[in-house]
């Protein structure tokens, strides 16, 4: 079984973090403050509850005046982000709960703690908080020359950032995060193209229209930016938009005919789903998305669908076969119930044929 996240943060990673406080404070109390954090809850906490019990232990432990604890965290930090990355989150957590009352130290200590980790998620707090100033310390980072903080001011205002707080206002209206994105759609840093492609893929589940415009502006451009509006783009390939599906080439095919499409229709849990199909045409199928659906039956007799891509390209020929499988094994991320599932074949946003089978 894989180890779980919040096993990193362990006896070793204390003591190490430890010691190079002590490095650069003297009088940090280094056993009372090991004794507190593993305390009798210790081991019932997850991980971002180990992540916030760390950083509060540590404001109880440093100088309290904010500027003098940031100074020693900076210099601890550096000593250990090369070997830290998801741990020395903990930095991060301290400016978010105890620095919103100093807006500029806490922007200084959030660029440093970014570097070969992530302050993303506690930038966020300050949006909401401090939105205009925020919103303009964004833009300088943007313009900034390291990877790190300029991937910091796109990920950080993503409207729907997972396991982070969303922001309701840039839901509703996401013009300032568009500045950014404006700043760093060209950027040379594939890891920051990566975040701006999810920025805007978190728009276009609020702004479907916004991303439209977009990409009917951009495309074309350079190879980069189709790659950032493509992938920025893939909730609304996945879910059959048309006009999306249309502005990269997707258009409907009507000579296009499913055949001998077979499928298992009985399988056990545990078991591989397999199945396969032709695609036919008197002509070239030309650009084609393919892609398949199942409907799984969840709890009440409810279904939920799940779209999956297999391929996508040119087929300059008038056949084209598929064979896949879909594993049910059972997995920590979805739970399968027994009874009647749907499969479905999809080209370029339209179902072309649908089979049913039984899950025991």
């Given at each position: 079984m894989a180890k779980l996240l919040k096993h990193l943060y362990n006896e070793t990673y204390i003591q190490v973090l430890t010691n190079n406080i002590t490095l650069n404070y003297p009088d940090f109390d280094a056993i009372d403050f090991t004794n507190k954090i593993f305390d009798n809850s210790w081991e019932s906490k997850e991980l971002k509850q180990r992540m916030r019990h760390i950083s509060n232990t540590l404001y109880q432990f440093l100088p309290k005046n904010y500027n003098e604890s940031i100074n020693i965290l900076e210099s601890t930090f550096v000593k250990m982000n090369h070997k830290y990355t998801l741990e020395n989150i903990?930095?991060?957590?301290?400016?978010?709960?105890?620095?919103?009352?100093c807006f500029e130290k806490s922007m200084e200590a959030l660029e440093c703690f970014t570097i070969n980790s992530s302050s993303e998620f506690a930038i966020r707090q300050f949006i909401l908080q401090h939105f205009d100033k925020t919103m303009a310390q964004m833009k300088i980072w943007a313009k900034s020359n390291n990877e790190h903080i300029r991937r910091l001011a796109s990920e950080g205002c993503r409207p729907r950032l997972p396991w982070a707080i969303a922001?309701?206002?840039?839901?509703?209206?996401?013009?300032?995060?568009l500045e950014i994105i404006d700043i760093l759609k060209n950027d040379e840093s594939k890891y920051v193209r990566k975040s701006v492609a999810n920025?805007?893929?978190?728009?276009?589940?609020?702004?479907?229209?916004i991303v439209k415009k977009m990409v009917k502006k951009w495309i074309g451009?350079?190879?980069?930016?189709?790659?950032?509006?493509?992938?920025?783009?893939?909730?609304?390939?996945?879910?059959?938009?048309k006009d999306i599906l249309e502005l990269f080439g997707f258009v409907e095919n009507k000579n296009i005919s499913i055949d001998s499409f077979t499928l298992n229709e009985d399988i056990k849990l545990g078991d591989n789903l397999e199945f396969s199909c032709i695609f036919n045409s008197p002509y070239n199928l030309g650009k084609l998305r393919i892609e398949y659906s199942i409907t799984f039956v969840r709890q009440n007799n409810k279904f939920n669908t799940k779209i999956f891509k297999i391929s996508e390209g040119i087929y300059n020929q008038k056949s084209y076969k598929i064979s896949k499988h879909y594993s049910f094994k059972p997995i920590s991320t979805r739970k399968y119930y027994q009874g009647k599932h749907i499969l479905a074949i999809i080209i370029n946003g339209i179902v072309l044929g649908e089979r049913e089978f039984h899950l025991t």
């Open positions: 903990i930095f991060q957590d301290f400016v978010e709960v105890h620095g919103i009352g922001l309701p206002i840039f839901k509703e209206n996401p013009q300032k995060v920025n805007i893929n978190d728009i276009s589940k609020d702004n479907p229209q451009k350079n190879d980069n930016l189709d790659w950032i509006i493509k992938h920025g783009s893939r909730t609304l390939l996945k879910n059959g938009d």
